[in-house]
């Protein structure tokens, strides 16, 4: 008898971030009522990066238990919301000027015009894929590129195709290159800046060894790349897609690379590197916290706006939307808080650093990092978020940090770089969606 049900596997589906976290929420709050409550002395500590208040190794004790009701699981995330006041409107304002920035149309005038200009000069082919890697790599580790990547497909695939590669190159060359840039980001605020931010430590800090690991990372995937694409181009049956590939070539859009300079897109581009440029000196010079970097980018956005020819209707209302797109993530952020908010309430937070710091301490310094990436690496397959999994991780992973003899910074390094596996991950919505265009 003929069915429309699907098979098992293709009926599951990850549910939502902020379902997974919520669940979360009431599993913390369950074992809150069997987990020993106990406690750390703490005090606080001059260090290169200022004052900070550390857990004391070896002076935990239990405490009398403490028992929340199950109202706490509808009070936490409100009192997560009000702990991460000052991080939502960071993020607010960072989605709503980023927003604007993309609405300019400024970035994909730069990527076409990079384009024509590169495919116009043949002797020129073989810095295209490197070039144009590069430059979704650096948007990726400024501004955290993600899902912006998914149209630039539509336009690098029938460009690859053209100069002989096949469609995984095009696909490649702005989600590979973003990819790299988001895992080795030495600025991108979704990530290092919120992960250091909860984690206590200054912001930005350590740009210099950032910076290396971002050339080394997107080097390698670059490499990669044109590996593949000098085999494909060279070989093309044995492209993967050779058969999807002559079938869509009929139907391919080609961009048009004829598009004429527009001073506004120059105009807004040159202001964005301007604010790039006042930030690094801002934070390493004026030590800026979340507060002024947040001043800095609601200037950026309404300077970026009009420089770009939205006028202030157009401008306020792309604003706000792009404002409106973060709110998913500022309810997963405070259910995130909320996690936090329960263990600390319930005293079980310093139980739990406790069993993981006997655990972890019997390893080699160097292990402990590693057993740190590989967790976060494992929360990452469930959590691709990255300022979601930042709130869940850190307030976790920086006083153990403290209590295994490693530094707050490696930790926050452990987290960023789990961001490697998202585009080989099924669960990934970037993955997914970067596959399905």
Known sequence: MPTDKKPLLQRLTMPHTLVVVMALVVLVLIASWVVPSGEYQ???????????????????????????????????????????????????????????????????????????????????????????????????????????????????????????????????????????????????????????????????????????????????????????????????????????????????????EDEGWSLRHVATLLLFVASMVLLVVGVLQWKWYIDQIAVLFFGMGIVLGFAGGLGPSRLARTFVTGAKDMVGVLFIVACARALLVIAQDAKILDTALYAASNTLSVLPTAIIAQVMFLIQAVINFFLHSGTAQAALTMPVMAPLADLVGITRQTAVYAFQLCEFINPILPTSAVTMGVLGA
């Open 42 to 256: 703490r005090t606080t500590v001059q260090t290169n990066e200022g004052t900070r208040t550390v857990t004391v190794a070896g002076t935990y004790a239990p405490v009398p238990k403490v028992y929340l009701g199950p109202a706490t699981i509808l009070e936490a995330p409100i009192k997560g919301f009000v702990d991460a006041a000052l991080l939502a409107i960071f993020l607010l304002v960072i989605g709503g000027s980023f927003g604007v920035f993309q609405e300019t149309g400024a970035v994909e005038f730069g990527i076409r015009r990079l384009v024509a200009l590169l495919a116009r000069r043949p002797h020129l082919e073989g810095l295209l894929i490197p070039a144009l890697m590069v430059v979704f790599s650096l948007a990726g580790s400024v501004f955290g590129m993600a899902e912006e990547v998914i149209p630039f497909v539509v336009i690098f695939i029938p460009l690859a195709r053209r100069l002989g590669y096949d469609s995984i190159v095009g696909v490649s060359i702005p989600f590979l290159g973003a990819a790299a840039g988001f895992a080795a980001a030495f600025f991108n605020p979704f990530t290092v800046g919120i992960a250091q931010s909860i984690a206590g430590v200054p912001l930005y800090s350590g740009l210099g060894y950032r910076i290396v690991t971002w050339v080394v990372g997107t080097a390698v995937i670059v490499a990669y790349v044109m590996w593949y694409a000098r085999r494909v181009k060279a070989n093309p049956a044995i492209s993967p897609v050779r058969d999807i590939d002559l079938e869509r070539e009929a139907v391919a859009h080609h961009p048009d």
